[in-house]
């Protein structure tokens, strides 16, 4: 054969393997169960996210594409780019799209052989010398066995009936994505699991673990729940939960920033310890901890090597890292807050997630980890983390500073020393890790006072409640202020305070917690207590009268307090502009019964004007607005 004919034949050998490849290709069928996802905008670039599957196979690795246009049509392309998901990962993608413009919409969605995913929208971050205003949304506390998302498909519903210009640009997740033990729906009653049915009469629960293991009997969960111990079963409950029309909607719709709460790892944790190892029979929760850091890392996409640097301030977020640890005790010594047990620094250290991110000229986004680096009763931020987060506050140009704390600042008492014969002192009822670590706290909020940094508000979720208050010095002088979300989906709190309520050693004091209307329906009159002080609770519980009630406020047990209601399950929408920072807490109908088709009712909101406080001045709440029925205060 001469050397033209040889190549015409090789060519030809090419072209027809690379035809039947390209055929079978075609012919594959993928999926993304998961949906879309994006994360962490910045003027010039977002992370974008699938997870895609073979349903024919398991490939060590699928082959597919990701388009970004400006066209929810695609009629024109900004990015065209092949990439490849690995088995490895659990087929996950995260592709970080780069050269964007600032301050723009986009669409982007995945390709592989001739299956494409859902489409996704976006958007960009400001330029940061532009001085741009910012609609958010925050929420926390999304368990799927204890709840519907009706309430998340509320704000999709809302966010579509406004115009453009009013509409949410980002949400910030304040943690607890998902609920790490499943197979009870724990209360401490009775111990009896009351599963969810949906409004098609199917049982909602999350379906066995790959591993997992299983729970003893205890306080706290029923025999026979299970707790995840392996990547596995992490993966497992994102899939679950991800596997949502709900949650794929939302993901689809609006970039998330994510910090995490304990759940996204275990329940009550520090470091790589929680109380969860002991009770099931564990030495240590090092392995359990680097599962947790890689699914949260495979499944909620987020900017964190790429995390941009923040002026003079260099990003010390990084990916996730594979690392082999043992399950040993943690031991006792430490240096510098962090048990230095070799397994233990490497499980914190197998990731870090705290991180910023600018938002135009006017707004700073600090997101912390209060968990990795928490020294109980000592530390919550840890002496790295809180270097970082002090030197972003000093250095900062912002005049708004929005800080992702997945805990309230805030502490709210009980003032049972105001009742006669009650035996008992004042009560801190919601306990915190900050209120746990009052010194850490203090020294933040001397040093915000102390260098005149303004603008600073805490976005908290974990407590199941609705909270507004400024966070005030020892000696009442306001310095930030901090809004604090309710569940989405998790019971809310008023189910775990009614039920502390009936444990009290003088049970006369229950009325102070809750009392029963005269159509038998059991009042949240904790909120009535808490903000108004347990003389007024008492009177609430007496004659259900809001004015008499009020007649006997006591506002000096909580001073900075000026929203609280446990009732309800809901969200938080802020406006931000240089100004001003506009709040409304939304309040809906309980997340028990399924309202993800049409979206859950609001029964309330609660409206707050934050006005832009300069050097030397204090914050200062608006009065809030109400509309609808908020107990006590509408009553």
């Known amino acids: 054969m001469n050397i033209t004919k040889m190549v015409k034949s090789m060519l030809l050998v090419t072209l027809v393997c690379s035809c039947q490849h390209s055929t079978k290709t075609e012919k594959a069928h993928f999926q993304f169960p998961q949906g879309v996802a994006s994360a962490d905008p910045q003027p010039n670039a977002i992370m974008l996210w699938t997870r895609v599957v073979n349903t024919n196979a398991n490939p060590d690795s699928i082959n597919l594409s990701v388009e970004v246009s400006e066209s929810p049509a695609f009629s024109t392309i900004t990015i065209s780019e092949r990439i490849t998901a690995y088995k490895n990962d659990d087929y996950t993608i995260r592709y970080y799209a780069r050269e964007l413009v600032p301050n723009k919409k986009y669409y982007y969605r995945f390709i592989s052989g001739s299956d494409t995913s859902s489409v996704g929208r976006t958007f960009t971050a400001p330029e940061e010398f532009d001085s741009a205003s910012l609609n958010f949304a925050t929420m926390a506390c999304a368990s799927y066995e204890q709840g519907f998302y009706g309430t998340l498909k509320r704000l999709i519903e809302e966010d579509k009936s406004k115009s453009e210009a009013e509409q949410v640009k980002v949400i910030f997740h304040l943690g607890d994505f998902i609920y790490e033990v499943v197979g009870d729906d724990p209360r401490y009653d009775n111990h009896q699991p009351n599963w969810l049915i949906d409004a098609n009469g199917k049982f909602r629960d999350i379906p066995p673990f790959p591993n997992g293991k299983q729970w003893p009997d205890s306080d706290h969960w029923k025999s026979g729940s299970w707790s995840p111990i392996t990547v596995h079963d992490y993966r497992h409950l994102y899939k ?25 790892f275990a329940d009550g944790n520090y470091q790589s310890h929680s109380y969860i190892g002991d009770l099931l029979g564990l030495e240590g929760m090092q392995q359990v901890k680097v599962a947790s850091n890689q699914a949260w890392f495979e499944y909620l996409p987020s900017s964190l090597s790429h995390a941009p640097d923040i002026g003079s301030i260099e990003n010390r977020a990084y990916d996730f890292r594979p690392t082999k640890v043992s399950n040993v005790s943690i031991g006792t010594k430490k240096e510098d807050g962090l048990f230095v047990e070799e397994n233990n620094m490497k499980a914190i250290n197998s990731m870090c997630m705290y991180r910023a991110l600018q938002w135009g ?150 009325d102070l917690f809750a009392f029963q209307d005269d159509n038998g329906k059991l009042l949240p009159n904790i909120n009535t207590s808490i903000m108004f002080g347990a003389t007024a609770g008492l009177e609430m519980s007496a004659s259900n009268n809001w004015a008499k009630a009020k007649a006997k406020a006591d506002n000096a047990v909580n001073p900075s307090l000026k929203y609280f209601d446990c009732e309800h399950n809901g969200y938080l929408t802020g406006a931000l502009t240089s100004t001003a920072l506009d709040i409304t807490f939304v309040n809906t109908e309980n997340a028990r019964t399924d309202h993800e088709a049409l979206g859950a009712k609001i029964v309330s909101q609660v409206m707050f004007n934050l006005p832009f406080w300069e050097p030397g001045k204090s914050p200062v709440l608006s009065v809030p607005i109400i509309e609808g029925a908020v107990f006590p205060m509408s009553n």
Do not use: C
């Open 361 to 510: 000229s006017d707004v700073l986004i600090i997101v912390t980890d209060t968990k990795s680096y928490q020294d109980p009763g000592i530390s919550v931020l840890g002496s790295e983390q809180k270097t970082w987060f002090k030197e972003l506050l000093k250095t900062s140009d912002a005049k708004w500073k929005l800080w992702l704390n997945s805990e309230p600042l805030p502490g709210t008492f009980l003032d049972y020393d105001n009742i006669e014969g009650s035996g008992m002192g004042r009560a801190l009822i919601s306990k915190g890790a900050w209120k746990s670590v009052e010194n850490e706290r203090e020294e933040l909020l001397n040093f915000i006072k102390e260098k005149q940094i303004t603008g600073v508000v805490s976005l908290s979720g974990d407590y199941h409640i609705q909270m507004a208050s400024t966070v005030n010095a020892k000696n009442g002088t306001p310095v930030m202020a901090d809004f604090t979300v309710t569940a989405l989906s998790s019971f809310p709190g008023f189910f775990w305070l009614e039920r502390r309520a009936r444990n009290l050693v003088n049970p006369a004091l229950y």
């Open 240 to 264: 679950t939960y991800l596997s949502n029309p709900v949650i794929q909607e939302a993901r689809a719709r609006w970039p998330f920033v994510y910090t995490w709460d304990d759940h996204e």
